[in-house]
């Protein structure tokens, strides 16, 4: 009897099982070619890589031996424009010695999309998804993303991306770390450039500040390849949660106790971000990007500071409007633990952030003069 003969594998099977996970290695071939060795990712996640034109010149640049490698673009894209409920992104990239990439998101933003309401009546369906759901609350609806980054000596990464919005009653958590070499020193040294930033949500629907819990940790470790120990050089964390379900649990256990109606506020994140409608960090790290942290340094120190003029004086000339005075903006800069420098900032809405953070990196000028200009997409 003949056997029957055995199928075809296709050449366009995913490498990947699990959905929405992705891997990009980097790699600079000879003479000083930057390649992509590795692109690999499954819905709804898609990365779209792009090699301009653009080339830093060795006089400009701050890596010393030669002239660097052009930049590569990544763009992170998800299908529907965001995550939806139980969504879990899980992008991995490796830039190896002295490579350059750019990472930025092209759909204007990453929105987080919300969960339907539901009723005892019938099961917990997630809107996008047709399979029914966990019945935890906290596990079903939750929208997660992970970005885990390996920069290799004399390599950078320009991190740019568009704000997250956070739809009313969404649940979002993310988790970004960069591991650098902890035995390059001076000029050898990893650079980075990471911006993270939220918005109150869609201003045109009335949302403000209204989702349930948004939660974003960075982290950047050195870690040593002949010995194999990391060590942590900084972390950063903003937790913006409504608490509703810690009050909703008080309450049951209290429920004989007085109410305590009226003197906790409405919206607590609202609240606690108030006049501001979108937060965000800005992390500079390495020789590509020192320049630049001491440029907002020094701009920072250079603000006024309540009870710094000297009223006495006759000459009374007002200083010169720069970038980063701005009276809708609030924000801070210091150097921290192992040379990085960190910006925290608040500005009453989208626009007023991107105009003046846009403004500060386009007059100082290292990121479009090492990255070029399209680094700046989201600005």
């Known amino acids: 009897m003949r056997q029957p003969a055995m199928p075809i594998r296709s050449p366009f099977e995913s490498s990947i099982a699990k959905p929405g996970q992705g891997t990009v290695v980097l790699s600079l071939l000879p003479p000083n070619n930057p390649t992509l060795t590795t692109l690999t990712y499954k ?209 049951e256990s209290n429920e004989d106790m007085p109410s305590q109606a009226g003197l906790l506020p409405l919206n607590i994140i609202q609240e606690r971000t108030r006049p501001h409608g979108v937060v965000g960090t800005l992390i500079l790290s390495g020789p590509v990007f020192e320049s630049l942290g001491s440029y907002l340094l020094d701009q920072f120190t250079s603000q006024p500071r309540i009870g710094s003029r000297n009223w006495s004086s006759e000459s009374s000339s007002a200083p010169e409007s720069s970038p980063g005075m701005k009276g809708d903006v609030t924000w801070t800069a210091a150097r921290v633990r192992a040379g990085f420098v960190l910006v925290k900032f608040g500005a009453k809405d989208f626009e007023t952030a991107k105009l003046w953070l846009g403004g500060l990196l386009r007059e100082e000028g290292t990121i479009v003069r090492e990255f070029g200009e399209e680094a700046l997409f989201c600005l």
């Open 43 to 251: 819905y709804p996640l898609k990365l779209v890589p792009r090699s301009g034109g653009f080339t830093p010149s060795p006089e400009s640049s701050s890596l010393s031996e030669s002239c660097p490698s052009r930049p590569v673009h990544l763009y992170l894209l998800t299908y529907g424009g965001g995550l939806l409920p139980g969504d879990h992104i899980e992008v991995s990239i490796k830039l190896d010695p002295r490579t350059r990439m750019v990472v930025t998101t092209p759909q204007g933003s990453t929105k987080i999309f919300k969960t339907e309401p539901g009723n005892s009546d019938c099961p917990n369906v997630i809107k996008g998804h047709r399979k029914q759901m966990p019945a935890n609350p906290h596990l079903s609806d939750m929208s997660q993303q992970s970005l885990d980054v390996k920069i290799g000596r004399q390599a950078a990464l320009c991190y740019l991306p568009d704000p997250s919005v956070p739809f009313q009653n969404s649940r979002y958590a993310q988790v970004q770390t960069f591991t650098v070499d902890a035995a390059a020193k001076g000029d050898q040294r990893s650079s980075l450039c990471v911006l993270d930033w939220v918005t109150q949500g869609r201003t045109s629907r009335g949302e403000n500040w209204n989702f349930r819990f948004w939660r974003g940790r960075n982290e950047i470790w050195a870690t040593n390849e002949i010995t194999g120990k990391s060590r942590l050089l900084l972390r950063d964390s903003v937790i913006l949660d409504d608490e509703t379900d810690d009050l909703n649990d008080s309450d």
